[in-house]
């Protein structure tokens, strides 16, 4: 190359650098805040934001109390809108551009359901934030995979062992079958139900129990397409039984430290999950003497012939807890109503926790904060 060329190139170069830095800050600054959405403010009011710039009307969903808030276009092809302030929780969200449902594209914090939903956390105290990641010793968080020779199938649960030291030198552990929602998987319950940092916080807060929570695939029948719903819960229910006693139970007996006996064994779970956990539990008081329920798809039909077991059972031998709770505004509020009378007419011993709140998790988070300091303590 003649120097007069490379001249040329190191003055255009010297010209052009300036432009190429401001370029790359500018690209640095974009990707600082590409995963940055939405805004949460000192005042705990958040601004949510999404680039639209096709779009005719763009609203946001999904927040308690809210409804489907219009979003406003700025100059730049975006939309936004600002909330609040909200209480310090986890709260999911969602955006419709011209009527299609989206998640937010720059939050990668995602709730996995039958539609997903993008995940918003406002930090900061209250009475229920025991769900917070705190500077407190933690547990670990474990997760399985395995052939399944009830299923036929691979299947995968997850388990939280206690901030101990050695679990093999602290004896036997209670355990805890925490199960899952209709449209959710053995991950929900750590993911957004944040049952990990919860028994993490009342443990080291002596409030509760060390515990092994056990969550498993609450789906050992694959969901069927379209309608096919009517016969498929109580084939699920039975295969889910079947796995619990047959696979996993034997499972932590032979790598945890579980007795597997019933005054240490403890189930529990929301919706369909708090359906399974009180039918199973129930129905095996040899297995299980603390029995919960949240906002259940609590058992009906002919209670008498379903429970008859309970009804017989001498009352010493009966759950040592039985638990269930249920939001004013949840939809299936008069189902666990017709049960809990049940218990009532039949008097077996039962504790009701009828709450504020819908079928959401932000209620979920506050029973399980409620019920784990209850487990592996009460006496009859």
Request: charged letters at 20%; a neutral charge; hydrophobic letters at 40%.
């Amino acid at each position: 190359m003649h120097p007069t060329e490379k001249n040329l190139m190191k003055m255009s170069f010297g010209f052009l650098k300036p432009f190429f830095i401001a370029c790359v800050l500018h690209w640095l600054m974009q990707g600082q805040t590409a995963f940055a959405q939405p805004v949460v403010h000192v005042d705990r009011s958040v601004t949510f934001q999404l680039l639209a710039p096709g779009a005719g009307k763009v609203m946001l969903s999904g927040l308690p109390g809210a409804g489907a808030v219009p979003m406003k276009r700025l100059g730049d092809g975006s939309w936004s809108v600002t909330l609040g302030p909200l209480e310090p929780d986890l709260y999911t969200y969602h955006f419709t551009v011209d009527g299609a449902l989206t998640i937010d594209p720059k939050n990668r914090r995602v709730k996995k359901w039958r539609t997903l939903g993008s995940i918003l956390e406002v930090p900061g105290q209250n009475p229920y934030s025991q769900h917070a990641l705190n500077d407190v010793p933690h547990g670990t968080v474990h997760r399985h995979y395995y052939r399944s020779q009830v299923t036929g199938s691979n299947r995968s649960f997850v388990v939280y062992t206690p901030p101990l030291n050695d679990l093999n030198e602290e004896g036997i552990i209670p355990v805890l079958f925490l199960l899952h929602g209709f449209g959710d998987d053995e991950t929900t319950w750590t993911e957004v139900g944040r049952a990990h940092c919860i028994a993490d916080n009342l443990i080291a807060a002596m409030q509760a129990k060390p515990m092994i929570i056990v969550m498993p695939n609450g789906h050992p029948l694959p969901l069927p397409q379209g309608d096919g719903l009517e016969n498929y819960g109580l084939e699920n229910r039975r295969l889910l039984d079947a796995q619990i006693r047959i696979e996993l139970m034997p499972f932590l007996q032979a790598h945890y430290p579980v007795a597997g006996e019933s005054v240490q064994t403890a189930i529990a779970g929301l919706s369909m999950g708090g359906g399974h956990a009180l039918n199973i539990g129930i129905r095996r008081p040899d297995m299980f003497q603390w029995v919960a329920g949240f906002s259940s798809s609590a058992p009906q039909g002919n209670l008498d012939i379903q429970f008859g077991n309970l009804k017989r059972l001498d009352p010493s031998k009966r759950p040592k807890l039985l638990w269930m709770a249920c939001g004013k505004d949840d939809f299936l509020l008069d189902r666990n109503e017709v049960f809990v009378a049940w218990l009532k007419q039949q008097a077996i011993p039962h504790t009701w926790l009828l709450s504020e709140g819908g079928h959401d998790w932000r209620v979920w988070r506050r029973y399980l904060t409620q019920l784990l300091p209850m487990l592996f303590t009460v006496s009859k």
